[in-house]
């Protein structure tokens, strides 16, 4: 009778053990946890691709490409504004930057 109490122990532990491993591995996504430094490069950089693709057919338009230019920054300025990334200043360093940008 020994024996039998000890298999029925040693069985509850191993459910116990299963169900924990299967609880713990299910149902969770990766997450790959960017830095704020990071995530700012991420979005500067897409601005730039966007400045370089909507700038790039005005080249030899200089007026055309100004007006462009301060429609997609106003823009740009509204998505910031609203991004928990980054308080104003940074906002305001992040559009000088993208002020400066000129399409090679």
């Known amino acids: 009778m020994d024996s039998a109490v000890i298999i029925a122990i040693v069985g509850i532990f191993v459910l116990l053990g299963v169900i924990y491993v299967v609880m713990n591995s299910t149902g969770k996504p ?3 946890v960017k830095s704020k430094a990071q995530k700012r490069r991420e979005i500067i950089a897409g601005y730039e691709a966007e400045l370089e693709a909507k700038l ?3 080249i030899d338009d200089s007026a055309a490409m100004r007006a462009a230019k301060v429609k997609l920054l106003g823009r ?4 910031l504004s609203m991004n928990v990334f980054f308080d ?4 305001k360093e992040i559009i000088s930057e993208l002020a400066a940008y000129q399409p090679e």
């Open 56 to 58: 790039r057919p005005l």
């Open 30 to 32: 990766v997450v790959d």
């Open 88 to 91: 104003y200043d940074e906002k």
């Open 76 to 79: 740009f300025s509204n998505e």
